[in-house]
Antibody, heavy 123, light 106 residues
Framework: EVQLMESGGGLVQPGGSLRLSCEAS????????MAWVRQAPGKGLEWVSA????????YYAPSVKGRFTISRDNSKNTVYLQMDSLRAEDTAFYYC????????????????WGRGTLVTVSS | DIQMTQSPSSLSASVGDTVTITCRAS??????VAWFQQKPGKAPKSLIY???SLQSGVPSRFSASGSGTDFTLTISSLQPEDFAIYYC?????????FGQGTRLEI
């Protein structure tokens, strides 16, 4: 069974940093692209960042480019999201998601989601 | 970037009803559309991919269709557990994007 377990969320001041982790199990982690999607409380879904499965290619939404860094450690079946220069508008639930297909580049359809971790940016 | 516009934004229905939610893409995206269901306090759950293919384990009362720019999700014989928020998403190209959601209420 596919499982995605996020951790690392919490309260941080504007301008601060936080690193989210997502530990995966139940599938061959290294073969799949992974992504982060966020949802501000009471709002809709916003794709944030993705990392390919086969080659080290990374993608970012314009709203986070230059501030967030996605990475993965295939030996630990874990994907990370390093978030720097955090702003109030980054406050959201952050979901770790898995691509439906195995490929060297994302299919952009992420069919399995973790439960999410809440990031609150406030002074 | 491709925009996805859902309608209606909210919908009231009763158990046993049939409802339809629509999603329009700002440009043609073939059949690269997925539908998600989100219940309060839970992560979104994938229902449909490739515009009309049901994810494993999703009840057959859920169906979807469309191609190009116009897509629909239909839920037949609504059950109490179907009352939730529904999102469409295109995955035709990078960056992917979601519709703004449709709240289905009793």
């Amino acid at each position: 069974e596919v499982q995605l377990m996020e951790s690392g969320g919490g309260l941080v001041q504007p301008g601060g940093s936080l690193r989210l982790s997502c530990e995966a199990s139940g599938f061959t982690f290294s073969s799949y692209s992974m992504a982060w999607v966020r949802q501000a409380p009471g709002k809709g879904l916003e794709w944030v960042s993705a990392i390919s499965g086969g080659i080290d290619k990374r993608y970012y939404a314009p709203s986070v480019k230059g501030r967030f860094t996605i990475s993965r450690d295939n030996s630990k079946n874990t994907v990370y999201l390093q978030m720097d220069s955090l702003r109030a508008e980054d406050t959201a639930f952050y979901y770790c998601t898995k691509d439906r297909l195995t490929s060297t580049t994302p299919s952009w359809f992420f069919d399995r989601w973790g439960r999410g971790t809440l990031v609150t940016v406030s002074s | 970037d491709i925009q996805m516009t859902q309608s209606p934004s909210s919908l009231s229905a009763s158990v046993g009803d049939t409802v339809t939610i629509t999603c329009r893409a700002s440009q043609g995206i073939h059949n690269f559309v997925a539908w998600f269901q989100q219940k309060p306090g839970k992560a979104p759950k994938s229902l449909i991919y490739a515009a009309s293919s049901l994810q494993s384990g999703v009840p057959s009362r859920f169906s979807a269709s469309g191609s190009g720019t116009d897509f629909t999700l239909t839920i037949s014989s609504l059950q109490p557990e179907d009352f939730a928020i529904y999102y469409c998403q295109h995955y035709f190209t990078y960056p992917p994007s979601f519709g703004q959601g449709t709240r289905l209420e009793i």
